[in-house]
């Protein structure tokens, strides 16, 4: 079992920065690769962002792609998302995820944090 715990969300104007991190326990977090998700009210989870387990690679959604940077710390357990140039369109709640694989689906994760909103004021 791994836990996960998400913070750093919160209310920024257009354009302004945040960054999310999410804390694991449990299980060797070091062996998990770790994405970020979002979901929007009324629409569903969709993939943000992805990292490998070494954290020698990563990928992302075309949507985030230049402004969003994922980055993890396997020393200190955690997996963070830097948040550049937010949107509007932005505004969801986080959850990040680990799983076995570096995938962008969200039955490819069998762990899950709880969320974080953040929210993006025009």
């Known amino acids: 079992q791994v836990q996960l715990v998400e913070s750093g969300g919160g209310l920024v104007q257009a354009g302004g920065s945040l960054r999310l991190s999410c804390a694991a326990s449990g299980r060797t977090f070091g062996g998990y690769a770790m994405g970020w998700f979002r979901q929007a009210p009324g629409k569903e989870r969709e993939f943000v962002a992805g990292i490998r387990w070494a954290g020698d690679s990563t990928f992302y959604a075309d949507s985030v792609k230049g402004r969003f940077t994922i980055s993890r710390d396997n020393a200190k357990n955690t997996v963070y998302l830097q948040m550049n140039g937010l949107k509007p369109e932005d505004t969801a709640v986080y959850y990040c995820?680990?799983?076995?694989?570096?995938?962008?689906?969200?039955?490819?994760?069998?762990?899950w944090g709880q969320g974080t909103q953040v929210t993006v004021s025009s």
């Open positions: 995820a680990a799983g076995t694989f570096l995938l962008s689906t969200v039955r490819g994760y069998d762990y």
